[in-house]
């Protein structure tokens, strides 16, 4: 199936550094989602997008919905020990209950 | 505590023998889908459920059945399981499907031997 382009594909960073990452796609799409995992555990939901440039936060995550609508962005800021994990987007077209899914991007951060 | 609960959460079994992954979820969530999450493959998707007695195939469903009789269940049928099955699934759920986030279970890691 297709899968969208995330990069990077992983990153290794000093804990305090912000993180940043992206997702493109070849198509439009109506909403972007953010997830993590960690290792041996189902993806957890970070942020939802639903609305072209929309900007949305939780706590020292932010995320947003590209305006071209073929691209989003995830932002970690002061990173921290237990944002060790893989990362990763997923997209939702026009028209379409299914949900493509990006590459993941797996994070370490060294304390 | 809103949930999608999988069992069992590990299986190990042979060739052949006939299994059933359960997926539950308290949400009332419409959809409801399962996927399997394979290294360098990332999460594909089997089958989807658009609500009671709606089913249809996503990208990966050969050697895979559900069914979804009640709004809150939504099993996985592996009929005749092989070696190339053995993977990381996961069930998820969401209000409506559409526009809606998709909430995942803590997955069910299947060895096939």
């Known amino acids: 199936g297709q899968q969208l382009n995330q990069s990077p594909q992983s990153m290794f960073i000093q804990e305090g550094e912000d993180v940043s990452m992206n997702c493109t796609s070849s198509?439009?799409?109506?909403?972007w989602l953010w997830y993590k995992q960690e290792p041996g555990e189902g993806p957890v939901l970070l942020i939802a997008l639903y609305k072209a440039g929309e900007l949305t936060s939780n706590g020292r995550l932010t995320a947003q919905f590209g305006i071209t609508r073929k691209d989003s962005f995830l932002n970690i800021s002061a990173s921290i020990p237990s944002d060790v994990g893989i990362y990763f987007c997923?997209?939702?077209?026009?028209?379409?209950?299914?949900?493509?899914f990006g590459t993941g991007t797996r994070l370490k951060v060294l304390a | 505590e809103a949930q999608v609960t999988q069992n069992p959460r590990y299986l190990i079994t042979v060739t052949g023998k006939k299994l059933t992954v359960t997926c539950s979820q308290n949400?009332?969530?419409?959809?409801m889908s399962w996927y399997r999450q394979d290294p360098g493959l990332g999460l594909r998707q089997i089958y989807y459920s658009m609500n009671v007695e709606v089913t249809d195939k996503g990208d990966v469903p050969e050697g895979y059945k559900v069914s979804r009789k009640e709004k809150r269940n939504f099993p996985l049928i592996l009929e005749s399981p092989s070696p190339n099955q053995t993977s990381l699934y996961f069930c998820?759920?969401?209000?409506?499907?559409?526009?809606?986030?998709?909430?995942f279970g803590n997955g069910t890691r299947l060895t096939v031997t």
């Open positions: 997923a997209g939702q077209g026009s028209g379409t209950y299914k949900y493509i």
């Open positions: 198509s439009i799409f109506n909403t």
């Open positions: 949400m009332n969530h419409e959809y």
């Open positions: 998820a759920s969401s209000f409506t499907g559409y526009n809606s986030p998709l909430h």
